[in-house]
């Protein structure tokens, strides 16, 4: 079982920034690859940003060059550094990771960009 809580959420200018915070239970985060999804309303959820174990990152194109993803494995934290925030960014953004076969998800942190 693998117990996933994001924060750092909240209301953005345009152009503004947020850093989005996930921590994990257990002793193996190390070994864990972590996404961020996000849900907008009435659209599909859909994969942000990906971290590999070894370190290695991938980017949704509508995020590329402004979204960050990181992680420290000494506090079992994964991080979504957010830049640029444009208002088609506005959704919940979750935390997510497989192990074992099986799917974790955070509960959620809501972001608005409106001026």
């Known amino acids: 079982q693998v117990r996933l809580v994001e924060s750092g959420g909240g209301l953005m200018q345009p152009g503004g920034s947020l850093r989005l915070s996930c921590t994990a239970s257990g002793s193996a985060f190390s070994l864990y690859a972590m996404d961020w999804y996000r849900q907008a309303p009435g659209q599909q959820r859909e994969l942000v940003a990906a971290?590999?174990?070894?370190?290695?990152?991938d980017y949704a194109d509508s995020v590329k060059g402004r979204f960050t993803i990181s992680r420290d494995n000494a506090k079992n934290t994964v991080y979504l550094q957010m830049d640029s925030l444009k208002p088609e960014d506005t959704a919940v953004y979750y935390c997510?990771?497989?192990?074992?076969?099986?799917?974790?998800w955070g509960q959620g942190t809501q972001v608005t960009v409106s001026s």
């Open positions: 997510h990771t497989g192990w074992r076969r099986v799917d974790y």
């Open positions: 971290i590999r174990r070894g370190g290695n990152t």
